[in-house]
């Protein structure tokens, strides 16, 4: 499974943008996809997840009512839509991949892209 991320950039504080992470070799219908990001200076943290059946999806705390995650099964494509961003939200964002239909309990992913650079600041 290859993923390619993009869609990050210079995003005004309160401002909104929206991810993208193309998925080769498998459908995004048959298994559980993620976004993960790490900030300058921490360790990787989870942002949101959702099943292969998209009937399930997961959000942090952090981002909880103002993520939105999603999947397009013609593009073979998942999304992260997030909007009123803050500086807090600055990071290198991942998408991320499971080889089975459910998210991971322990949000354990199988398959990693390469990240995009989201940074929120005036």
């Known amino acids: 499974v290859q993923l390619q991320a993009s869609g990050g950039g210079l995003v005004q504080p309160g401002g909104s943008l929206r991810l993208s992470c193309a998925v080769s070799?498998?459908?995004?219908?048959?298994?559980?996809m993620g976004w993960f990001r790490q900030p300058p200076g921490n360790e990787r943290e989870f942002v949101a997840a959702i099943s292969g059946s998209g009937r399930t999806t997961k959000y942090s705390n952090s981002v909880k009512g103002r993520a939105i995650i999603s999947r397009d099964g013609v593009k073979n494509t998942v999304y992260l839509e997030m909007n009123n961003l803050k500086p807090g939200d600055t990071a290198v964002y991942y998408c991320a991949a499971t080889r089975y239909m459910n998210i991971p309990e322990d949000l354990d992913f199988d398959y990693w892209g390469q990240g995009t650079l989201v940074t929120v600041s005036s």
């Open positions: 070799e498998r459908t995004v219908l048959s298994f559980g």
